[in-house]
């Protein structure tokens, strides 16, 4: 029962390497062509909408607030640059550009959200 | 086994859990990739759901998450750390029994199954099905850190056996 891998291991490691293949697929099919704007909801209402098309230069967003965060946005994509969130999840996430990408700093409540044309994105989210 | 020697080990291996899930906290990630964890309390978990029953296992899960998202974390955390956990829980107790499989296998289903919980809560709280994404790195990493938690269980296991056959819990 214990210590030693066995043959059906192997079959696990391939239906998740296989399940990581199907989802990427899918996720690529299912959002549309170029990330055009960047939705900033803060607990599910929106505080800033950015077009990564027209940015033409690098941009701060100060949001502030209890954990103080910074958003940055340069043609094409955006992210958290700062934050004094515990976990910093946000800040490691890094630049997103891809529509339906998401960027979150779930202490603070913000979430970034690319718009794709293929998506059904929301506006706002009423609670 | 005993009431009050069950209700003893019951206690330690949550205490055991937690203190894992706290030393996780402290330790500084030397990958940052969002939503990595070791899975350290994990290998509670899966040592519960082998030597012990369904009903215990998820007793510590569910005291482990609760005394966690208490003392670090909020309502959120503890919403996300259990339904990747009872997912994992599940999906293991499922697996557990198969005769191809040996607890590496089903140790990594189960760390499958609890990013795969996770990311639907994450997905369910934020209403943006984009957050599915975080699973293409989340999953294939899933695969070492599932095989971790059966190596140290697998470790565990005999030692814990053979202090159970001297002290007769």
């Known amino acids: ?127 | 086994m005993k009431q009050a020697n069950r209700l003893a080990l019951l206690g330690l291996l949550t205490a055991l859990a937690f203190a894992l899930s706290y030393l996780e906290h402290i330790l500084p990630l030397q990958l940052p990739i969002p939503g990595f964890k070791l899975g350290l309390a994990n290998i509670i978990t899966v040592f519960a759901l082998y030597e012990l029953n369904l009903r215990d296992t998820s007793l510590i899960l569910l005291v482990r998450c609760f005394l966690s998202a208490l003392l670090f974390g909020g309502p959120t955390s503890f919403l996300f750390s259990i339904t990747g956990g009872a997912l994992a829980v599940v999906c293991m107790f499922l697996l557990r029994n198969n005769r191809h499989l040996s607890v590496y296998g089903v140790s990594m289903a189960g760390a499958c199954a609890h990013n795969a919980g996770q990311v639907l809560a994450a997905m369910l709280v934020m209403r943006t099905p984009g957050i599915a994404s975080y699973l293409l790195f989340l999953w294939p990493i899933s695969i070492p850190t599932g095989a971790l938690t059966a190596l140290v269980f697998s470790l565990c296991s005999r030692a814990f056996r053979r202090a159970f056959r001297r002290t007769q819990i």
């Open chain 1, 1 to 127: 029962m214990v210590s030693n891998p066995r043959a059906g291991d192997l079959v696990v490691v391939v239906f998740i390497l296989a399940a990581t293949a199907f989802l990427a697929i899918g996720l690529r099919w299912s959002s549309g062509t170029d990330g055009s704007v960047a939705v900033i909801t803060k607990n599910g209402e929106v505080v800033r909408r950015v077009d990564l098309l027209s940015q033409s230069t690098y941009d701060t967003i100060q949001l502030g607030g209890q954990y103080d965060l910074t958003i940055e946005a340069e043609p094409g994509r955006i992210r958290f640059s700062h934050a004094d969130c515990p976990d910093q999840v946000c800040v490691n996430t890094g630049w997103i550009s891809m529509p339906g990408r998401t960027a979150a700093c779930v202490p603070a409540g913000v979430l970034i959200r690319i718009e794709g044309s293929g998506d059904d994105g929301v506006d706002a989210v009423a609670r």
